[in-house]
């Protein structure tokens, strides 16, 4: 065989995980946009099966693959042609980047495993937030089970820096909300943030997400209807994890 076979199949392997780990994070993603959508409006997330809202047609297996299927159908039911909207592709595509992130940040551990249900979970309670201005009590419960199942098969789970950051992230919600300035549904998710990265990473995606929602605030031109602040909290999370070396470096610096 060439060498570049070799080469490739090499390279083909190390994608491995990325790949998988995308198409995972994706079908998660699919299913949280389907809660998102469904639960405020009190549909069982398990019945019906999934269907076009404007015909009612049940969706095929072809049409519910991730991501794929919403490219394939130019983002259109195929039976009645209607829209089907930008946010199932977004909210599928970001699930599945975030894992990507994660296994590309932590390699295949334990500890990325838990990052990225915490990330996925964000990322399905910011769609049900942007889309409802509400965030189910389960996205935290979910996440913060996630996070301590993986942290405990992980051989240096740190115990400790999870919980102090998960206390943190989860005061810093606390204020605002209880002075009336946000929603509680900001305490729900919090912790998954600090609980995931620590306190040092979580406070500082938190602030991130304040300066993103600061300037979405100042752009927007109608002030008077409600911000929802779970999709900044999970842009900021993200863009963390992507600079996790400087976050590293930071962290050993104040400790």
Do not use: K, Q
């Not at 019945?47 to 095929?60: E, F, K, T, V, W």
């Amino acid at each position: 065989m060439p060498l570049w076979f070799w080469r490739a199949a090499l390279a083909a392997l190390r994608a491995l995980p990325f790949f998988w780990g995308f198409a995972a994070g994706a079908a998660a993603g699919s299913f949280l946009d389907a809660v998102a959508w469904r639960v405020p409006r009190g549909v069982s997330v398990l019945r019906p099966p999934s269907r076009c809202d404007a015909c009612g047609r049940r969706l095929g297996a072809s049409e519910l693959v991730p991501v794929l299927s919403w490219v394939w159908l130019r983002g259109r039911c195929r039976g009645c042609g209607a829209a089907i909207g930008w946010r199932p592709l977004v909210v599928e595509a970001v699930a599945g980047a975030a894992v990507v992130l994660c296994v590309w940040r932590f390699g295949p551990t334990w500890l990325a495993v838990a990052r990225a249900g915490a990330l996925v979970a964000l990322v399905g309670a910011a769609a049900m937030d942007a889309s409802s201005r509400e965030v189910h009590w389960l996205h935290g419960a979910a996440g913060a089970a996630w996070v301590a199942a993986c942290l405990g098969l992980s051989h240096s789970a740190p115990w400790r820096a999870a919980a102090v950051g998960a206390a943190a992230t989860a005061l810093v919600a606390a204020v605002p909300a209880a002075l009336g300035r946000a929603g509680w549904g900001d305490v729900v998710v919090a912790p998954l943030v600090g609980g995931s990265l620590g306190a040092v990473a979580g406070l500082a995606a938190w602030w991130l997400a304040a300066l993103f929602g600061a300037v979405w605030w100042a752009a927007r031109v109608r002030r008077n209807v409600a911000m929802p602040f779970v999709p900044f909290l999970a842009a900021g999370s993200l863009a963390v994890v992507s600079a996790w070396p400087l976050v590293t470096a930071f962290t050993r610096l104040v400790a």
